[in-house]
């Protein structure tokens, strides 16, 4: 059993920060790769970012890029997503998954196998 666990989201203004958390309940999860997705209202589920089961190869997204920042801390089980410089494109619901299939950093949806709930974040004045 897998089971991931999101928290952070909210409304903020532009140019602020929100940090986003995700719980994992997984055997040995400093094996696997977590990857952060988003998707808004009528648009297909895209890439935000990836981070390997180490913590020691990061990917993003170029929308994203400079801006938000993945990290995770192996003896939480929790993976982070910083995100600063906030832009009102960036409203969407948030993912985070699990990729226990040996990925290294993943960036496609169907290479993620366990999925959290989503949390919302509105960018907004």
């Known amino acids: 059993q897998v089971q991931l666990v999101e928290s952070g989201g909210g409304l903020v203004q532009p140019g602020g920060s929100l940090r986003l958390s995700c719980a994992v309940r997984i055997r040995t999860f400093s094996n696997y790769a977590m990857g952060w997705f988003r998707q808004a209202p009528g648009k297909e589920r895209e890439f935000v970012a990836v981070?390997?089961?180490?913590?020691?190869?990061?990917r993003y997204a170029d929308s994203v890029k400079g801006r938000f920042t993945i990290s995770r801390d192996n003896a939480e089980n929790t993976v982070y997503l910083q995100m600063n410089s906030l832009k009102p494109e960036d409203t969407a619901i948030y993912y985070c998954?699990?990729?226990?299939?040996?990925?290294?950093?993943?960036?496609?949806?169907?290479?993620?196998?366990?999925w959290g709930q989503g949390t919302q974040v509105t960018v907004s004045s």
């Open positions: 981070i390997s089961g180490s913590g020691e190869t990061t």
């Open positions: 998954a699990c990729n226990t299939l040996g990925f290294l950093t993943p960036m496609l949806t169907h290479e993620y196998d366990f």
